[in-house]
């Protein structure tokens, strides 16, 4: 059997091994490994007019099929998974020896061109076997048409024709490859295929973009494959409407946003730029900081936990667990008011401007006083948040980070969800503010200056995430605390956390905000639904009711915080995704 090796993603020796993918295609098992290796392969390496994935059967599609005269077999399952999603496009097959004269009178004005080349790789003779007025004619239509080239067997004949808008590669030859580059450009599959290989001047070793799902067809076992194809299409176009038009407005400068279902990402879709400077297209892998999603994604999920093992009782007084948490009426505090924002603790205090070291930022944290007596108001508080992080640390002996990678990211095989990311993701993280305190344009380092000042990891913001990521634990919570073999939580403890605790205090949940009609919930969705927003311009939403979330994810204070455009484009978004998954 051919043994393939796979590594983050790509395929580590492409050339050899998936050029003779085929021959391991026998039994189910086997087919259903050869898909998914195939799928793995292909490797978006340009998309400069943002082309993939084609989602749209309204226009006029010519698919070429570049190949030897006597390679009869070739194309044939790249063409049939075109046509499952353009049902009128016309077909063409070219030879070495196709005319220009041919070639040119193929090409129709309002074409979309998808070629696929099918090259075999010379060794060592450094051929690449595109005869040159093939070459020469689809670098000549990259000028005037969307081309999209799919090289399969040999991902170097982009130097034959440089003007090509978008190019994705496999790296090998059969119709399992064939049916997965097809599967990606109509989005039926997402792509995140990263180049094992180098071409100076075009890729580099590690290259590949990522594109989503465009919202239609199966991901065939993909952990989101996507569900309906109408409802599907129909949120990916509502996605692309509210954002591209909140781009243009000058809401943010880039977005992504994900909905989907239990079992599947429905639609992803991703607006403008990472900044407002020449930069990449958000995608599912773009990482934004999330402000205050870190409270529900992180320190809730942790608190739910413990809660759930007993080792933290909602209505024990704080002090019990955080003895040190002394002064007037705070022995009246109990972990539910912190939970809900009544504890009566100051919303914000500036503590970056008062402290020189983490540890006495901390101590600030905890010597704050009481504003008011606890349950007479409701006042959202990152002081109170903060003070949970350290419940859970003192319980669990783990630091807020440490404790929600071993016990939530990593069961639910959150990879980019983390505190502090490395340099080595600067390129994929979406900048935020131009800040006036740290006199920089802040990018991979926490937007928030309190959670900066205890050192980038806080209870109360300071995770960066990904659209991918927060789609899995977004399933995971309607899939009643599951997802792929892992139980996160149990049915009950989502039950009690989720729920409302006194409607006519405010709309809190533990930890978690509920639907007022005016939220950023908008003004369909109604409770049980859940979720909470984030100051640099990020959200969640989860309605049960309706199988449901919505994530929203930008930099709206890019650059500056003063823009705050987002509240209307939150509420546009979400009643535009429930408008359509209340009408079907």
Known sequence: MLELKLRTGAVQHPLVALDSLRTIVGSAPHRDAARRMAQEAVTLLRDDRSLLPIHDDHHATLIVNYAGETDVEAGRAFTAGLRASFSQARVVRITPRTSRAELDSIVRPSDRIIIATHVRTVEGEGRFAVAYQVAAWIDSISGTHAVTVAAFGNPYVIREFPLVSSYLVTYGRGPELEQAAASVIVGRIPTRGRSPISLPGFFKRGDGLVRPFAGSGDASGDDSRIGADSLGRLLGDSLRVVLDRAVADGAFPGAFAVVGRHDAVLAGYGAGHLDWEPSPRPDERTLWDLASLTKVVATTSALMQLVEQGRVDLDAPVQRYLPQWTGAN????????????????????????????????????FSTPLDTLPGVRMVYSDLGAILLGEIVRTVSGERIDAFFAKHVAGPLEMTETVWLPSSALLPRIAPTEIDPWRQRHLRGEVHDENASALGGVSAHAGLFSTGRDLARFARMYLNRGTLDGARIFTPETIDLFT?????????????????????????????PAFGHTGFTGTSIWIDPAHDLFIVLLTNRVNPTRANTKITRVRQQLADAVMALVTSK
């Open 330 to 365: 705070k022995e009246l505090v109990t972990v539910r008011r912190l939970l809900t924002h009544s504890s009566g603790l100051p919303a914000w205090r500036p503590i970056y401007k008062e402290v020189d070291s983490p540890d006495s930022a901390m101590a600030l944290v």
């Open 499 to 527: 729920a409302v605790q006194d409607s006519t205090f405010s709309n809190r949940a533990l930890g978690w905000e509920t639907p007022t009609g005016q939220n950023s919930a908008g003004h369909l969705m109604k409770r």
